[in-house]
Structure formats: structure tokens, C-alpha cells
């Protein structure tokens, strides 16, 4: 059994790993042994987990770059952490493509054999099989609901079993693994020496094996689990039984890209053992120095307030389909962009709704942008040529910010920078009639409007006491008097109108003129 860290040596090497901050010292110097591959440079320079440092992205080919992503073991309903992995890798996965011309051939392995399927099969009173092709499926509609683009390729592990014996046989042949007389198979770790350790830097110690262990040294991993009674089997040269975990990833992703591959990804939670026992399995079988060269992580999504991922195991998850009852894919996409990858990011309902603000702010001036182009936006004269400016520092900005590890917050940022200085030129024009009879009028009216829209807006987000469950159903049951609210204010810029929303009141103003802020009620 590999060591269990505690809480605080976890954490420390977690944020090594993803480059936050300081981690445990790794025997030797990180990165020197890190070889430069040869190929096409993509102009991205990329936190690499191997290294602990931003290196140059260099793949083997621009038109078939190779990309390998941990899939999900499908035994239930996906989650908002499995969801915030595989958005912030969809998005990487369109910049290399559509920013940087790398045509990606992306593999995903479906673990639908495992202890956990095995399990909760059981508990339902139906098949393993049937189990997980339910999920499965679920699982690939839960991503189709969020817009990540499907892999090039799926491969469960229960139809490469032919494949994962072969390599077992291949990894035992080179010495590196030894089957015992109960049938299970081990990957020995002492026989890999110093070479273990290229994203921790630190080998497994022995814990708490049972006394009826057969493996030779504690720290060794199973890469062929003999059958169990009453468990799905498959036939091999070692008896009946099953794969085990981390030998499914190296199979599959060597069966498609044989013994080199460009990117490897995951959830930073993967990294060790599962990442680290991948590079072992597969540079004993291929006879290599370096497998894979870019080993890329995705920090955890935590429940805001809580120094605690959001997991199943916690029991404080949000499923997928639940959530999109609430919020768009849309707004998930750019709560996502509006963190690095890398890095922890806290869910709340409060860090969605400033999500779905900043896309609807957006919708309204590409909205305002689309009416001016066709004449319909009643506005003082507009300065092209300072926007044709505007959007060719953008685009620069944008693109550096991309190829700096895929700065999204810094891209993001770029984009509604260039939507400030857009919206200062579309200001509309005021349209209230001169005379201090008319104008006064106007302003009680809109002074009303304004007041009235504050009560409704406010309702719409008072949610008192109740439980997260209930919040959430009054957020849904109110959405469409949020809606309207934004929707009556982008109508009230087209009159020369606009109104802030504050965090417990609103002020209004003229926009063309030096008006004073108007509070309604004063």
C-alpha cells in the first residue's frame, strides 16, 4: 500500500506540483533530467509538471500532436470538480487548435471496471456492465451539456484487455514486475531505483499491509488483481482477474501512441500515485528515457469557505445536471477562464453570478456593437480608428496572454478592456426633451422605474436563512426576474440611460452628459 500524507504535506506538494509555491525537496535538481523533445514548436510556453517550471511546447507534429487525458471511472454521476478538469482542458485544447494551429488527436481512457463499479453494482442489484455503460453515457452527455469537445478516440478498459495482459507480460519480461502464486501481479518498485519520482520526487513508503500480502516489498503496485468470488473476471496467464489501475492509462495511451506522447493530463489529485505509477509502467515497457514529455494538472475546484475539494467521498458535491438548471455551460466556461488552470478555485453561487454578469455585459455590447454597424444605435460620433487601434492591441494582448501557459484571466481581461473603451464610444445619445417641465418628469419617471427594479432585483437574490438546496431552487425559481432586470437595463442604455447595480442599492445616470449619480429616493 503506497504512504498516505497528511493534510498539510499533501497540500505542500499539491501546490509544488502545480507550481504555487514552495514543496518538498526532490532528491536531485528538478527539470535537469527533463529531455528537450524535437518537433514543432507551438510558441506556448507551458507549466510543466515534470519540471516544476514553464517550458517551450514543442510536439512531435502540428497536424497529429498526441494528448492523453485520464477519463472518468464511471460507477456515478459526474461532478462540478470533474466538470472544472475537463472545461479548463477543452479550453487549452481550442487555443493550441485555433490560436496556435495544432491539430489534436486527444485519447480518453473509460475506466468501466473497477472496486467502486463492483460496489455500487452490487447496491443496485444490476451488472458491472451495465452500470457503467449507464454512467458512461451520462457522463459524455454531461460534457456535451458544458461544449467540451468529445476526444478523437474512447477506449474502455474492458475492451483492451487483450492489450493490458500483453503489456504486464512485456513489463514482467524486462524484469520490473513479478506475479505471485495467488494469481495477482506486481509492479516491482525497487527494480525502477531512482528513476521513480519524476513528479513527486519522493517513492512510496510502506503502511499498513495486511498480513496475508504477497507482494515482495510494501511499496510495490498491483498491475493484475486475482479474482475475487462473486467478481468479473477475465482469463490470463496468471489466472482469472482483473487489471489494475494505473496499468488501464499505459495501455491505452501506448496502444494508439506508441512510446512517445506530448501531453498528458489530469487532475492535479492524479499526479501521484496514478500519474507517477503511468510513467513507471510505461518507460520500463517501451525501454525509454522520457514517455511522456508535458505532464499537465488542473487545480481543485473548492467549496467556497472550505479548505476542502469538492468531491464524493466528502459528500459535498453538485452534480452537473443539477447545476445546469441554474447557470448556463456558458457561464461555467468563463467562471473557469477567469482563473489559471493551475490554480484552486473557489464555487459559489455569489463567483457564478459575477460570471454570468461579465458574459451578459458582454452579450450587451457585442448587442450595442451589431446595432451601430447596422444604423440602429443612435450615438455621437464614434473614433474607428481609435477602436481598429483597440483591437489590434487586443488581439496582441490576448494571443501573449494565451501563449504564457494559457493565461485565460489575462486574456480575459484584454477582451473587457477593449469592451470598456467600445462601450465609452457607443454611449448613446440622450434622448430626454429640453425644458425644466419635460426633463423633471423624466426623471421622477425613471427615478420610479429604477426604484422599482431595485425592489425586484433585491427579492430575486434574498435567500435568508435556507439551506444550500434551497437557495438554489429560489436562485432558479427568480432567474427569470434577474433576467429581466438586466435585460431592462441594457434597453435603458438604447435611451440614454444607464444604471449600476451596487451591492444593496442602484444609481442611475445621463450617459453624454456630467450628471451626478442618481440614488433612487434621493
Not at 525502477?192 to 512510496?204: E, S, T, W
Not at 454597424?373 to 480608428?385: A, H, I, S, T, W
Not at 434551497?470 to 431592462?488: G, M, N, S, T, V
Request: glycine letters at 8%; aromatic letters at 8%; proline letters at 4%.
Amino acid at each position: 500500500m503506497l504512504r498516505s500524507r497528511g493534510a498539510r504535506a499533501g497540500s505542500t506538494l499539491l501546490r509544488a506540483l502545480l507550481g504555487l509555491g514552495p514543496g518538498r525537496a526532490a532528491s536531485g535538481a528538478r527539470g535537469q533530467g527533463w529531455l528537450r523533445p524535437a518537433g514543432h514548436d507551438t510558441g506556448v510556453m507551458v507549466y510543466n509538471s515534470l519540471t516544476r517550471r514553464k517550458d517551450p511546447l514543442i510536439v512531435g507534429r502540428a497536424d497529429a500532436a498526441s494528448w492523453y487525458s485520464c477519463g472518468p471511472t464511471v460507477y456515478d454521476h459526474a461532478h462540478l470538480g470533474h466538470a472544472c478538469s475537463y472545461v479548463r482542458f477543452d479550453i487549452i485544447r481550442r487555443i493550441l487548435t485555433r490560436i496556435f494551429g495544432c491539430n489534436i488527436i486527444m485519447v480518453m481512457g473509460i475506466t468501466d471496471v473497477d472496486d467502486k463499479i463492483i460496489k455500487r453494482a452490487r447496491e443496485m442489484n444490476v451488472s458491472p456492465t451495465s452500470l457503467a455503460s449507464l454512467y458512461e453515457e451520462d457522463f459524455k452527455q454531461d460534457m456535451a451539456a458544458l461544449k467540451v469537445l468529445p476526444p478523437t478516440v474512447y477506449l474502455r478498459v474492458t475492451e483492451t484487455i487483450p492489450q493490458i495482459i500483453s503489456f504486464i507480460e512485456g513489463v514482467i519480461a524486462k524484469g520490473h514486475a513479478y506475479p505471485t502464486a495467488k494469481g495477482n501481479v506486481y509492479f516491482d518498485l525497487r527494480s525502477r531505483g531512482d528513476k521513480y519520482g519524476k513528479l513527486v520526487g519522493v517513492a512510496p513508503g510502506p503502511v499498513g499491509e495486511p498480513v496475508d500480502s504477497d507482494k515482495r516489498h510494501a511499496s510495490d503496485f498491483a498491475l493484475w488483481k486475482a479474482a475475487k468470488p462473486q467478481e468479473m473476471f477475465w482469463a490470463s496467464p496468471w489466472g482469472n482477474g482483473r487489471p489494475g489501475w494505473h496499468i488501464e492509462c499505459s495501455t491505452i495511451s501506448s496502444l494508439v501512441f506508441g512510446s512517445q506522447l506530448d501531453i498528458h493530463s489530469g487532475g492535479i489529485d492524479l499526479a501521484f500515485p496514478h500519474h507517477e505509477n503511468e510513467i513507471a509502467q510505461c518507460e520500463v515497457f517501451h525501454q525509454c528515457e522520457q514517455w511522456g514529455n508535458y505532464f499537465l494538472h488542473s487545480g481543485h475546484l473548492h467549496v467556497k469557505g472550505k479548505e476542502e475539494k469538492m468531491s464524493k467521498s466528502l459528500k459535498n458535491y453538485i452534480t452537473i445536471k443539477d447545476f445546469l438548471k441554474t447557470f448556463s455551460a456558458d457561464v461555467f466556461r468563463l467562471f473557469c477562464m477567469r482563473s489559471s488552470y493551475r490554480s484552486a478555485i473557489d464555487y459559489s453561487d455569489g463567483t457564478m453570478l459575477e460570471a454570468k454578469h461579465l458574459l451578459l455585459a458582454t452579450a450587451a455590447f457585442v448587442e450595442d456593437a451589431r446595432a451601430y454597424m447596422k444604423g440602429q444605435l443612435v450615438c455621437g460620433p464614434v473614433r474607428e480608428d481609435v477602436l481598429w487601434e483597440r483591437l489590434s492591441h487586443t488581439k496582441g494582448a490576448v494571443k501573449a496572454a494565451l501563449a504564457d501557459d494559457f493565461n485565460t484571466p489575462g486574456a480575459v481581461d484584454a477582451v473587457m478592456d477593449l469592451i470598456h473603451h467600445g462601450n465609452r464610444q457607443l454611449k448613446a445619445v440622450t434622448k430626454f426633451v429640453s425644458g425644466d417641465s419635460s426633463s423633471a418628469t423624466l426623471h421622477s419617471v425613471v427615478e420610479e422605474l429604477v426604484r422599482f427594479r431595485l425592489k425586484v432585483r433585491q427579492f430575486a437574490l434574498a435567500t435568508g436563512e435556507a439551506t444550500r438546496e434551497a437557495r438554489r431552487q429560489q436562485l432558479l425559481e427568480r432567474q427569470p426576474l434577474l433576467e429581466a432586470c438586466d435585460a431592462l437595463r441594457r434597453d435603458l442604455v438604447a435611451h440614454g440611460i444607464s444604471i449600476k447595480d451596487r451591492s444593496s442599492t442602484s444609481t442611475w445616470e445621463l450617459l453624454g452628459q456630467r450628471a451626478e449619480n442618481h440614488k433612487p429616493g434621493s
